[in-house]
């Protein structure tokens, strides 16, 4: 039995390495990454400790070179998912028992795990997986994955510690309970560490996880969930079940059980899932908590004042790193017109310099988009504005899959402040762009605020000060996370926790206490030291 208050190790965020040429680290990756790429893996369920085959498999192949199999996933089915469920449950009491600093422990050793041998497995997996370049993959397979493991601990400690006061001859205070039933997390394809965190942030609390993983990133989270096994995570408490949205989620949805939904992805779906726990609450043990992050149609808004240089390497990093899959990359901008010349001709000088390819050269800054299903849709989106005479497109526009799902980072200038690339989330290499009149400012800052259903980033760019204080007041509920100078992306643990409302979410702050708070439940406790003995108040005597 624990018999000392357990300080947490203080958290620092992981370094970013280098990946320089003749650094250790270059040269480890590039071994993973050829031995990943000449071997094929079968990706089972990972059920109650159990690694479960169903038979029903899909391919898992890179999407920068449709000739790389990366291996095979067996999907869950309902049967799979009751067995999940099941083992979930059982595993329920002993997790929920086990001492904080015991559960603590299991996620700061993955950490550390990550931290060295584990590195270039899971960074390999992810460029290969999801074609990320080097970099990308390291901010987000291995260093976003440590900090929300390391932060998270620190947090839940924090957490634990805030009491209530105490009155003479009373004792009060608050335990955090981890809520009753099954979290079921539902992560994307676009960042690894998002996996990571979506089912371990409840876990480490003492909750028990359903994880449905999004089909085009089981490479990599199989070796996520590995890194959790090697950490020595309990069997049951997460269990892993890739497989289709249906086949999945609607025997999690039906399920009693359901205590919280910890998602990511699209905000259909998102709604679907709220729909669902609203038509069937009835039905429910618990009053589920929800939680998500659903995507965003990201901003930048210069002033006449703005650092051309700066806004110029912001505007093409946060629309194109990662292919602009990224939930906060900058999807539109509006210039004022008294900078566009200079601004267009630096910014195009410098989108035509990237070089696009395959992430295994690591001399690329793009690789392709995530799948045949993803590529369609962006292509649709630059054929319209090819077609509209209202637009022009100054950067990219061509797209080619003879080899892998390839969009050139692409830039559509349009007269239209409507147009559909400025209002509709596209997820890919496309920055809209909407030149106003310097004079509109308020107007312009209007536009921006209410053009998109989303909340989720934005930045502004100028060097006038009391620009930027009226901006950020015009542009108070258009983000989650805001940015003054500096792209709307590359969002740090501990750092800026993230998250958007509007239609991008719930924004419960991954990565910070806020988020852990969802899945705790409080149960206060007042102990008496000298109860009354006497059912009579003295207000009742005679005077």
């Known amino acids: 039995m624990s018999n000392a208050f357990f300080k947490v190790p203080t958290p620092v965020n992981e370094p970013v390495l280098s990946y320089a040429p003749g650094t250790p680290e270059k040269a480890t990756l590039k071994n993973w990454l050829a031995r990943m790429q000449a071997e094929e893996i079968e990706v089972p369920l990972f059920i109650g400790g159990e690694e479960i085959k169903t038979g029903n498999v899909a391919e898992m192949r890179a999407p920068h070179d449709h000739?790389?199999?990366?291996?095979?996933?067996?999907?869950?089915?309902?049967?799979?998912?009751?067995?999940?469920?099941?083992?979930?449950?059982?595993a329920r009491s002993d997790w929920a028992a086990m001492p904080w600093e015991h559960r603590v422990s299991i996620f700061l050793k993955a950490a550390d795990l990550l931290s060295g041998s584990w590195r270039p497995i899971i960074n390999a997996s992810t460029m290969l997986g999801q074609s990320k370049t080097v970099y990308q993959a390291e901010i987000d397979a291995a260093c976003e994955i440590c900090d929300f493991y390391r932060f998270n601990s620190h947090y839940m400690a924090d957490i634990m510690a805030d009491q209530p006061i105490s009155s003479p001859g009373v004792w009060n205070r608050v335990e955090y309970r981890p809520l009753e039933g099954f979290i079921f997390a539902v992560s994307p394809f676009n960042f690894t560490s998002i996996g990571g965190n979506l089912p371990t942030a409840p876990a480490m609390v003492g909750n028990v996880v359903l994880w449905k993983p999004a089909s085009s990133s089981v490479y990599s989270n199989w070796y996520v969930m590995q890194l959790l096994r090697a950490a020595g995570l309990p069997d049951g408490v997460i269990n892993f079940v890739p497989g289709s949205g249906r086949q999945v989620g609607d025997p999690v949805m039906a399920s009693p059980d359901l205590a919280g939904i910890h998602f990511t992805g699209s905000t259909a779906v998102f709604q679907s899932m709220w729909r669902s726990v609203g038509e069937t609450i009835h039905e429910k043990k618990y009053y589920p908590r929800i939680v998500g992050e659903t995507g965003g149609k990201d901003f930048i808004f210069a002033h006449p004042s703005a650092d051309v240089d700066a806004l110029a390497v912001a505007a093409m990093r946060g629309a194109f790193e990662y292919q602009g899959q990224k939930c906060s990359a900058a999807s539109r901008l509006y210039v004022p017109r008294s900078i566009w010349p200079e601004f267009k001709e630096k910014y195009v000088a410098m989108v035509n310099e990237i070089k696009m390819g395959s992430p295994t050269d690591f001399t690329n800054f793009m690789t392709a988009v995530i799948d045949r299903g993803a590529y369609e849709d962006i292509k649709a989106y630059i054929e319209k504005a090819k077609a509209d005479p209202g637009c022009e497109i100054i950067t990219g526009g061509g797209c080619d899959d003879s080899v892998g799902f390839f969009i050139e980072p692409t830039t559509i200038v349009a007269s239209d402040p409507k147009f559909v690339t400025m209002c509709e989330e596209i997820f890919g290499p496309v920055l809209s762009v909407y030149v106003y009149e310097d004079e509109d400012l308020a107007a312009a800052t209007s536009l921006c605020d209410s053009t998109s259903p989303y909340a989720l980033t934005g930045a502004i760019f100028a060097q006038d000060r009391y620009a930027i204080v009226e901006m950020a007041e015009a542009l108070r509920d258009a983000a989650g996370n805001f940015y003054i100078n500096d792209k709307p992306t590359g969002a740090v643990v501990g750092q800026q926790?993230?998250?958007?409302?509007?239609?991008?979410?719930?924004?419960?702050?991954?990565?910070?206490?806020?988020?852990?708070?969802?899945?705790?439940?409080?149960?206060?406790?007042?102990?008496?030291?000298?109860?009354?003995?006497?059912?009579?108040?003295?207000?009742?005597?005679?005077?």
Not at 73 to 86: M, N, R, S, T
Not at 518 to 540: A, G, L, Q
């Open 67 to 90: 000739s790389v199999k990366l291996g095979v996933y067996h999907k869950a089915g309902e049967k799979e998912v009751k067995l999940a469920i099941e083992a979930a449950l059982d």
């Open 497 to 543: 926790p993230f998250g958007g409302g509007r239609a991008s979410g719930t924004n419960d702050k991954a990565g910070s206490a806020t988020n852990l708070l969802r899945w705790m439940t409080v149960r206060t406790i007042k102990e008496n030291m000298v109860p009354p003995t006497d059912w009579r108040y003295p207000f009742m005597g005679e005077a």
